[in-house]
């Protein structure tokens, strides 16, 4: 397999897709006060109407809009306070012409009224008048019964990714449990003889592993469960037992160095020693990242990222994300917000090559610009300084200053 027969991204998705026999989101059932992030497994229709009566927006009272029309200060309407509402309570009575009832905010309405005078628009008389200074339309300060959520209706589709607003409507609708996609294990691996754990002291020649971190965070952030194994020496042996191992606890594989074409680089031949179909995709068209491995080993995916800190960060988003989402069952583009902003300064790229440029965004003129932070893929600090990534599409040879791109924010 050459390294530069590289493939474009979604092409090796799909090369391992084939691969793979059928990805199947599991379900659990989980409480809900659990269930921020995950990402739903059912569709959600609402067993009832919320809210399941009309019910005032404001402290004041209940009337029949009709009542109040051509009502003002200097000729209020005169109405008659026939009761008061208490607050969780079915009223026992309905409205005639003519006629008022005392609510608080969240009541719900008597029969026959439709609209809420707000109390500071009114003034009660001692004999039980109440006079009314402005008028009130139908419908004015309530909430109609099933106004929120309609019973029956969808509100919630398969595949969505709970945020907390989406708890509170299930809870609204009375769930106590919701079904969601069981979190994927993900095996993270960091591999090469000169990268130390942090906390061990360090001689020349070494670094401290970062990518176990990164990569860990991001299994997180995108709805996996990391386990993070550590530093393996750069020998066929420690990487194999601890590729056999992972692959034994976990649905997905990620290795970060060793996959590039040196002679230290052996991730390829561990995964082709494992067991078929082993390697698939040793290449992809893009920058940075370009040394991916895409491999099935067990009938799981193994991922080899390449070791550069920024270069396996932007893989992981590009061809480890995607999977979790198969995982998951939620959208395969599942992932940060997009937002188009003009380059800052022209930036070349080849053919046929996807390139992702870190950027940080300022607004300038009322004008959301995209500048670059330039830097190798080496060097950790320019994801740490830049709010997100630029794309440039393979078919581009690059973008000029002032052009718009697509900046996907971390
Ligand atoms: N002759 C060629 N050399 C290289 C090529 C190439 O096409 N031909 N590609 C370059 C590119 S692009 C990249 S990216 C790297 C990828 O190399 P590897 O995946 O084999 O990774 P390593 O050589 O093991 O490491 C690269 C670099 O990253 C540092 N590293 C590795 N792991 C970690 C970690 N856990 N935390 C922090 N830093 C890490 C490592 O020390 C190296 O400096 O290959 C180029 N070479
Ligand atoms: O493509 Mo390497 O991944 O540039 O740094």
């Keep these: 397999m050459e390294l530069f027969d590289a493939l474009k991204i979604g092409?090796?998705?799909?090369?391992?897709?084939?691969?793979?026999?059928?990805?199947?989101?599991?379900?659990?059932?989980?409480?809900?006060?659990?269930?921020?992030?995950?990402?739903?497994?059912?569709?959600?229709?609402?067993?009832?109407?919320?809210?399941?009566?009309?019910?005032?927006?404001?402290?004041?009272?209940?009337?029949?809009?009709?009542?109040?029309?051509?009502?003002?200060?200097?000729?209020?309407?005169?109405?008659?306070?026939?009761?008061?509402?208490?607050?969780?309570?079915?009223?026992?009575?309905?409205?005639?012409?003519?006629?008022?009832?005392?609510?608080?905010?969240?009541?719900?309405?008597?029969?026959?009224?439709?609209?809420?005078?707000?109390?500071?628009?009114?003034?009660?008389?001692?004999?039980?008048?109440?006079?009314?200074?402005?008028?009130?339309?139908?419908?004015?300060?309530?909430?109609?019964?099933?106004?929120?959520?309609?019973?029956?209706?969808?509100?919630?589709?398969?595949?969505?990714?709970?945020?907390?607003?989406?708890?509170?409507?299930?809870a609204g609708m009375g769930f106590q449990k919701v079904k969601v996609a069981v979190l994927p294990k993900v095996s993270v691996i960091s591999t090469g003889d000169e990268i130390k754990p942090p906390g061990e002291e360090i001689k020349e020649g070494e670094i401290r592993d970062m990518n176990s971190f990164s990569i860990a965070g991001l299994v997180l952030k995108w709805g996996g469960i990391p386990e993070i194994f550590g530093v393996v020496r750069d020998d066929f042996n420690e990487i194999r037992r601890s590729v056999s191992e992972a692959l034994k606890i976990s649905d997905l594989v990620v290795i970060s160095g060793g996959s590039s074409v040196g002679t230290r680089d052996l991730t390829v031949r561990v995964l082709d020693s494992l067991g078929s179909p082993g390697v698939l995709v040793h290449g992809i068209a893009v920058k940075p990242g370009k040394p991916t491995i895409i491999a099935v080993v067990d009938g799981k995916p193994v991922i080899g990222l390449p070791g550069h800190p920024v270069s396996a960060m932007v893989i992981f988003e590009q061809v480890v994300r995607p999977i979790l989402s198969w995982f998951l069952g939620r959208p395969e583009d599942y992932g940060g917000l997009k937002v188009k902003a003009k380059i800052a300064r022209n930036i070349s790229s080849a053919a046929g090559r996807e390139d992702f440029i870190r950027v940080?965004?300022?607004?300038?003129?009322?004008?959301?610009?995209?500048?670059?932070?330039?830097?190798?893929?080496?060097?950790?600090?320019?994801?740490?300084?830049?709010?997100?990534?630029?794309?440039?599409?393979?078919?581009?040879?690059?973008?000029?200053?002032?052009?718009?791109v697509d900046v996907e924010l971390y």
Aim: proline letters at 6%.
């Design 11 to 170: 092409e090796a998705l799909r090369v391992l897709k084939e691969n793979l026999v059928g990805i199947k989101p599991k379900g659990e059932e989980v409480m809900l006060r659990d269930a921020y992030g995950r990402v739903l497994s059912e569709d959600i229709y609402s067993p009832e109407d919320i809210p399941p009566f009309n019910r005032s927006t404001v402290d004041g009272y209940a009337v029949i809009s009709r009542d109040t029309f051509g009502a003002c200060e200097s000729l209020p309407a005169m109405l008659k306070v026939v009761g008061e509402i208490k607050m969780g309570e079915r009223p026992l009575f309905s409205l005639k012409a003519g006629e008022a009832a005392r609510i608080s905010t969240g009541g719900m309405m008597p029969e026959n009224s439709d609209a809420v005078v707000m109390l500071e628009y009114t003034q009660p008389l001692e004999d039980g008048t109440l006079l009314v200074e402005r008028p009130v339309a139908p419908g004015e300060n309530v909430i109609l019964k099933g106004e929120d959520v309609r019973k029956g209706g969808l509100v919630l589709k398969k595949g969505h990714t709970l945020r907390p607003q989406d708890l509170a409507a299930l």
């Design 360 to 404: 940080k965004l300022e607004q300038r003129d009322g004008e959301l610009w995209a500048v670059p932070v330039l830097g190798k893929s080496g060097l950790i600090s320019t994801m740490v300084e830049s709010h997100g990534l630029a794309r440039i599409a393979p078919e581009k040879l690059g973008v000029k200053e002032g052009e718009y």
